[in-house]
């Protein structure tokens, strides 16, 4: 299985573990995921960042590898990130968002390089210019004789 760790801008990190376990009705740790968040706070040190997740590194690789998540390249918390990137061990993507979360959460029991092209193909898809259109996925109650309730399978 697949490790997740999320680095990211407190509160970030924690807020995006907390809004997977809301979606997922459980909390990540409990069904299996071996997720863990290190919220990298403002003027804190790096190196000791780092030692936080190797630590935290250490607890989820079962021996499947470990997706590391990060808010940005470049800031402290994707600084820290590249400092754990290993081939075949330790993959890091850049960019977090629920969406990718969502996704390398759904493919952790497969290949480390499975996970991380779930996770980016889930995180660019989550991606999107909305229109001005009906709301979706939200189980609309069609009236009588209402256009409706021909699009509701569309829902």
Do not use: W
């Not at 990060?70 to 081939?87: H, M, W």
């Not at 330790?90 to 996770?119: F, H, Q, W």
């Not at 229109?131 to 209402?146: E, M």
């Amino acid at each position: 299985m697949v490790g997740i760790l999320l680095i990211a801008h407190a509160p970030l990190a924690a807020a995006l573990a907390a809004a997977a376990e809301h979606v997922y009705a459980c909390a990540p740790e409990r069904a299996g995921a071996q997720l863990r968040v290190l919220d990298v706070q403002p003027d804190s040190d790096t190196q000791a960042n780092v030692a936080t997740a190797r630590g935290l590194l250490r607890e989820i690789d079962s021996g499947g590898g470990v997706l590391v998540l990060t808010d940005a390249f470049g800031a402290s918390p994707g600084n820290v990130a590249t400092l754990l990137a290993e081939p075949g061990r330790v993959a890091v993507i850049a960019g977090v968002n629920l969406p990718m979360l969502l996704r390398a959460l759904c493919y952790r029991d497969g290949s480390l390089a499975e996970a991380t092209e779930k996770a980016l193909a889930g995180g660019a898809q989550g991606v999107m210019q909305v229109a001005s259109t009906a709301v979706q996925h939200q189980g609309l109650r069609p009236t009588q004789g209402d256009d409706l309730a021909q699009l509701h399978h569309q829902q």
